[in-house]
C-alpha cells in the first residue's frame, strides 16, 4: 500500500465518522481534557447559529459570546464530570442570546477510547424546551380535570346527604337518591356534550320525556337559546318538579295532565316566562316545611337563571311560574 | 355564619347541614359582590369561603374578613387555594372538598374558638 492509499483509506474512514456524527439530530461537542471543542456535529451548528470556524479549537466557555459560561453547566462539567464517567440529561436553563430562554439537557459521557485512556468529553445536548411547555401544560390540565372531579364528587355527596333518609326505607332512600343522581348525571350530559347552546324545547323535552310519555304535554313555543349553566339549572328543577308531580301531583293519577308551556316576554331586556301546570291530580295542600327540593328549585332560579320563582299550590293542581331573563345571565 | 358558595347544589347543602347543626346562616353567597354586602349589613362569627366565584376569586372576601377579625375556613377542591385566592388564604384551615360533615364541623367550632 502506497501513502496516497493509506491517506484515501484513513480519509474515508474520518468522512464515514463525522458522517455519523453530522446525522445524529441532537448538537453533540467533543471536548478535550481542558474543555475545548475539538469536534462539533452539524445540528450544533445549526442549532445555535454559529459557524464551524468560531466554535472548533474554541474553549467550551468561550462560545459564542460566552453564552456556554453558564454556572450550572461549569460545575457539571468541573464538579461532577471529574468523579463520574457519565453524566446523563443535566438539566441547563438559560438564555441563549441566538435562540432566546431555552431548557438544555445535558449529557456528558468519557469518550469511548480501546485502551481506555481517553480524557476527551462527548457532550450532547438536547432542547427540552417544547418537551417542558408541553408536560407544564398537561399538567395544568390534570390539575383542573381533577379539581372538577373533585366538585362533581361534592355535588353528589349534596344531593346523597339531602335526600331524606328519616321515615323511609332503605329501597325508597336509593331510588330518591338515584333519581337525583341521574338527573345530575344527564344534567351534566345536557349541558356540557354539545358545544354552544342548545334549544329550551329540546331540553324541555328531553328531560321530562322518561318521567312521562304521555303525562306530561310539553306545548311548543319560541325559539330560547340556553346555555350550559342554564340547562344545567333547568334539567335539575325539572327533576324535582316531575319527581314531586309522581309522588304528590299530578302525576300521581292515571287522569292527570301536566302542562309546560312558556312565552318571551320582550320588555327592555328579553325575559323567559315558563310555566308548569298542573291539573287532574289529588287535591293540593302547600307541604308543611320547605325541602331540599323546594330550595333547590329557589336557590337554582334566583342564583344560577337570575331570575324568580312563584309556586302556587292551587287545589286544583300545583302551578309553578318561572320568570328569568334571557341573553347575559351572570 | 356566612357560607360563600356559588355551587348552588353545594350551597343548600352547606346551608342545610349548618341550620340543622344548630348555626344561624347568612347567605348563601353567590358572588364576592353579594358576600360583600352581606357583611355591611352583618358580622357572622366564621365564614366559609369557596375560592373561586362567578365574578372572580374570593380574595376580596377573604381580606374584609380578616379586617373585621372573622375567622374564616376554606371549602376547595385545589389542594393548594392560596395559589388562587392569593396570600390571604394561605394557613387557612381547610374543610376540603368533598366536605365530610365531621371534619366541617370540627373545624368551624375550632375556628370561632380561636
Do not use: C
Not at chain 1, 310519555?213 to 339549572?233: A, K, N, R
Not at chain 1, 304528590?248 to 325575559?271: D, K, M
Not at chain 2, 374570593?58 to 392560596?82: D, I, K, N
Request: no cysteine; hydrophobic share 40%.
Amino acid at each position: 500500500m502506497n501513502l496516497e492509499d493509506l491517506y484515501r483509506l484513513l480519509r474515508n474512514g474520518h468522512v464515514e465518522a463525522q458522517g455519523i456524527v453530522d446525522t445524529v439530530p441532537d448538537p453533540l461537542l467533543v471536548l478535550d481534557q481542558n474543555l475545548y471543542v475539538r469536534t462539533a456535529s452539524r445540528a450544533f451548528f445549526t442549532t445555535f447559529k454559529v459557524t464551524r470556524d468560531e466554535t472548533i479549537g474554541q474553549h467550551l466557555y468561550e462560545l459564542g459570546n460566552q453564552q456556554w459560561d453558564i454556572p450550572e453547566l461549569r460545575r457539571l462539567l468541573e464538579e461532577v464530570i471529574p468523579k463520574s464517567t457519565a453524566v446523563v440529561d443535566y438539566e441547563v436553563e438559560h438564555d441563549f442570546p441566538s435562540i432566546g430562554r431555552r431548557t438544555m439537557l445535558v449529557s456528558a459521557h468519557r469518550l469511548f477510547h480501546p485502551d481506555n485512556i481517553s480524557r476527551s468529553l462527548l457532550l450532547s445536548i438536547v432542547d427540552a424546551t417544547e418537551r417542558r411547555q408541553h408536560e407544564a401544560e398537561k399538567d395544568v390540565l390534570l390539575g383542573e380535570l381533577r379539581h372538577r372531579m373533585k366538585n362533581l364528587l361534592g355535588l353528589v355527596q349534596a344531593i346523597a346527604r339531602q335526600t331524606t333518609a328519616a321515615g323511609h326505607s332503605g329501597e325508597e332512600y336509593r331510588d330518591a337518591f338515584l333519581g337525583r343522581f341521574n338527573a345530575l348525571v344527564q344534567a351534566h350530559d345536557a349541558a356540557y356534550s354539545q358545544v354552544g347552546e342548545a334549544d329550551l324545547q329540546e331540553v324541555l323535552q328531553r328531560t321530562l320525556e322518561p318521567y312521562s310519555p304521555t303525562g306530561v304535554l310539553v306545548e311548543s313555543g319560541p325559539t330560547v337559546s340556553l346555555t350550559s349553566g342554564q340547562i344545567m339549572s333547568l334539567s335539575l328543577i325539572l327533576h324535582e318538579l316531575a319527581t314531586n308531580g309522581i309522588k304528590y301531583g299530578a302525576l300521581s293519577t292515571p287522569t292527570g295532565q301536566i302542562r309546560v308551556h312558556w312565552e318571551v316576554e320582550e320588555a327592555s331586556a328579553p325575559s323567559l316566562r315558563l310555566v308548569w301546570q298542573e291539573s287532574g291530580g289529588p287535591p293540593v295542600a302547600p307541604p308543611v316545611s320547605s325541602g331540599f327540593g323546594t330550595q333547590l328549585i329557589e336557590f337554582a332560579v334566583s342564583r344560577e337563571l337570575g331570575g324568580r320563582v312563584e309556586l302556587n299550590y292551587a287545589p286544583a293542581g300545583l302551578v309553578v311560574e318561572i320568570v328569568a331573563p334571557l341573553g347575559s345571565v351572570s | 355564619m356566612l357560607i360563600v358558595e356559588d355551587e348552588f347544589l353545594i350551597a343548600i347543602d352547606l346551608k342545610l347541614l349548618l341550620q340543622r347543626r344548630g348555626w344561624s346562616v347568612l347567605g348563601p353567597a353567590t358572588t364576592v359582590k353579594e358576600a360583600l354586602a352581606l357583611l355591611d349589613d352583618e358580622l357572622p362569627a366564621v365564614a366559609i369561603l369557596h375560592v373561586t366565584l362567578k365574578d372572580g376569586s374570593v380574595t376580596l372576601v377573604a381580606e374584609a374578613l380578616r379586617a373585621r377579625q372573622v375567622p374564616f375556613v376554606v371549602a376547595s377542591a385545589y389542594s393548594r387555594p392560596e395559589l388562587i385566592g392569593g396570600d390571604v388564604l394561605a394557613g387557612a384551615p381547610s374543610v376540603g372538598k368533598p366536605t365530610e360533615e365531621h371534619r366541617l364541623l370540627a373545624v368551624l367550632e375550632n375556628a370561632v374558638r380561636s
